[in-house]
């Protein structure tokens, strides 16, 4: 592969091929090697580790995200941030942990015939994983940045909590976006992808799941090539992975864009249609006293009050948190250029800024986008923002600038290319209201993908059956966030711990007989 990494042999063999080491494939990793079955990892992007992170923007972007942090829409519309590294997106997050709200599981469970998917069907998957992952309440104060989400959100008696983080004797330093320099984040590059190694897994690294060899409704043989550094495919010959069976955990972009590759059976239309986003816009404030946004746990407060002011498939709701700031990503993403920007910039210490989580995926009008592939075979999101989504924009713009004001802030500038900073809610209520909410005059970004191999109980409203197993495709399961049939409406990492957890484990005692499980010590 080049570098320090020896060349792929032409075959493999394994009990189970495991393509991404993220939030669902690290999960699946562990309890599948725990259950004594010869495991074999696939990760398209480099190993790295507490050494090669650094908190500088300009080493992390590169290495560790999907097209250095600046993948789009087909549009250019929404920007993207994915993980493209061993442990995925765990690698990367702010380490904000929910459970699946239980409004959301119920909305599965009553249009996508899976009566198992409850709150309390899922609590023993749910605690196995905040157990394994030290998942639990962060008891330190939150930083200024999201103090101010706080204390607005309180003067306006707007509801709020605290958020709950996969951390382990965590420094508190704020660079989790580029890799946990101390070990502290409960990542799969630090838990569940050692552990599996341990137990004999194996581990390849920039090399891509090209495509699946399919025949007579199995797979025969994955077929993988060697990338660079960069993602690009390197000019060598394909390696064979053979096994019993493969589980598909690339994230929701990769994994679609694999089985399309793969001319995988499709014959109800689901496959990369209803990938969901949680499209969020942004809110910046200029306080009067540093918010050095920076430093300290990224996310530690957020409100789910606009979540609950409509219902499902109302109007939509929006969750909002407080993002951490970094110059690089503070620069790309706020408006304007030049002066305007230098202005912006010279503010930075005192910056803060809200986003708004957009949840999609329960109207008709918020059905998400498609997954499709370009020439080459790389993928492409098509995901429009109409006007059912840009009316949800306006709103949670709207309700931003009220908390930034009430919480003390001299200006708000909603991140839009047609505004400015406002000095007052009254003046950034009446001038928002005329903000024309078009796709790329509003700025709007994404952390969280989700769906486009949608779980069902029935093969017409999905891809993957209620056992994580493909429809038509008798050795193939997915455990990653692609088998949301909506978005969630809260940070997803944890929803997949769990959802991988319970599949992974399913999987394990058909393959084996065995029961496997993240916290025993014997299994």
């Known amino acids: 592969m ?18 991404g080491t993220g939030a669902g494939g690290g999960i699946t990793a562990e309890l599948l090697a725990r259950a004594g079955l010869e495991v074999v990892m696939i990760e398209e992007g480099p190993l790295k580790s507490s050494n090669d992170f650094r908190q500088r923007e300009s080493d992390a972007y590169p290495a560790l995200y999907q097209e250095s942090a600046a ?30 709200p239980a409004d959301t599981l119920q909305h599965w469970r009553e249009r996508y015939a899976l009566p198992e998917l409850s709150p309390e069907g899922l609590s023993p998957w749910f605690t196995q994983v905040e157990q394994r992952l030290h998942i639990a309440a962060w008891d330190v104060p939150p930083n200024e940045n999201n103090d101010v989400l706080k204390r ?30 101390t070990n502290a984040k409960q990542s799969m590059l630090l838990t569940t992808v050692p552990a599996a190694l341990d137990r004999q897994a194996r581990l390849l690294v920039q090399t891509q799941a090209r495509q699946f060899e399919l025949a007579g409704g199995r797979v025969r043989a994955l077929v993988c090539l060697p990338t660079r550094p960069d993602g690009s495919l390197e000019a060598a010959r394909p390696t064979r992975v053979v096994a019993r069976h493969y589980v598909l955990a690339g994230g929701a972009i990769n994994s679609p864009a694999l089985l399309l590759r793969s001319a995988a059976p499709d ?16 809110s910046a404030a200029l306080m009067p006293q540093p918010v050095q946004g920076w430093q300290g746990a990224p996310q530690t407060v957020y409100s789910d009050h606009f979540l609950h002011t409509q219902p499902l498939d109302g109007p939509i709701g929006y969750k909002l948190e407080a993002p951490p700031l970094h110059p690089v990503m503070f620069a790309s993403t ?21 986003i708004a989580l957009l949840r999609d995926g329960f109207h008709p009008d918020a059905a998400g986008g498609r997954v499709r592939l370009r020439d080459d075979g790389s993928p492409l999101l098509d995901y429009p923002l109409n006007d059912f989504l840009m009316d949800g924009a306006r709103r949670a713009l709207l309700s931003m600038a009220e908390i930034q004001f009430a919480a003390g802030a001299r200006q ?39 769906g486009g191999c949608g779980l069902a109980g029935d093969e017409r409203l999905g891809v993957v059956r209620p056992d994580g197993r493909h429809w038509q495709v008798d050795n193939l399961s997915v455990h990653d966030g692609s088998l949301f049939p909506t978005s969630i409406g ?22 084996t007989g065995k029961v496997a499980s993240l916290t025993s010590p014997t299994a």
Not at 2 to 19: K, M, Q, Y
Not at 157 to 174: D, P, Q, T, Y
């Open 490 to 511: 809260a940070n997803p990492q944890v929803s997949v711990y769990a959802l991988a957890a319970r599949l992974a484990s399913g999987l394990a005692q058909r393959l």
């Open 334 to 354: 706020a408006p304007g250029y030049g002066a305007t920007q230098a202005q912006l910039l010279a503010q930075f210490a005192n910056t803060q800024a809200l």
């Open 71 to 100: 993948r789009k829409t087909a549009d250019k519309a929404i920007t993207i941030l994915q993980g493209r590294c061993v442990g995925g997106s765990t690698t990367v997050n702010w380490t904000s942990s929910f459970r699946t």
């Open 412 to 450: 708000v500038l909603p991140i839009h290319e047609l505004a400015r900073p406002y000095t007052s809610w009254a003046e950034a209520r009446d001038a928002m209201a005329q903000l024309p909410m078009e796709p790329l005059k509003t700025r709007v970004v994404s952390a969280h993908v989700m």
């Open 2 to 19: 080049g570098g320090e990494h020896a060349a792929l042999p032409s075959r493999l063999t394994c009990d189970v091929a495991i393509v």
């Open 152 to 181: 607005g959100a309180e003067r306006l008696g707007l509801s709020f909590g605290a958020i709950r983080r996969n951390v382990n004797g965590c420094w508190n330093l704020g660079s989790c976006g580029m890799g946990c320099p």
């Open 267 to 282: 014959p109800h239309g689901r496959l990369g249609r209803r990938t969901f986003l949680h499209p969020v816009v942004i």
